[in-house]
């Protein structure tokens, strides 16, 4: 598939998991607060969409919770994509913010 149809399933994705998401972790959302997806990347023969998440509280556990509902949140997402060859979602954790705040953060300490 090319590039430009890979970008445009992505951004569709993204909209259709992240109500699904919310759907299925609804009860469980207080523990993490705000969840947020941060990057969605499907590989180019559309064996796997990675779904890279972030969180404000209990960091370690969102992408395993999100993934016990991954059953559920799978069967909806192939209902709602027409096409031939459905990716496998995979969740990711993204600590690209905690990275950024360190770089910052020593930066800061650095220029004192």
Not at 30 to 39: G, L, Q
Request: proline fraction near 1%.
């Amino acid at each position: 598939m090319n590039k430009d149809r890979i970008k445009k399933l992505e951004s569709l994705s993204r909209e259709i998991l992240w109500n699904l998401i919310m759907e299925e972790v609804n009860d469980v959302q207080s523990e993490f607060w705000i969840i947020n997806i941060t990057d969605i990347v499907i590989s180019s023969d559309l064996s796997y969409l990675d779904v890279w998440v972030s969180s404000f509280k209990n960091k370690e556990t969102l992408a395993k919770t999100i993934a016990k509902h991954n059953h559920e949140i799978q069967r909806k997402y192939n209902k709602a994509i027409n096409i031939r060859k459905l990716p496998r979602i995979r969740y990711r954790y993204d600590n690209k913010w905690e990275i950024w705040q360190q770089v910052c953060d020593t930066i800061n300490n650095v220029t004192k």
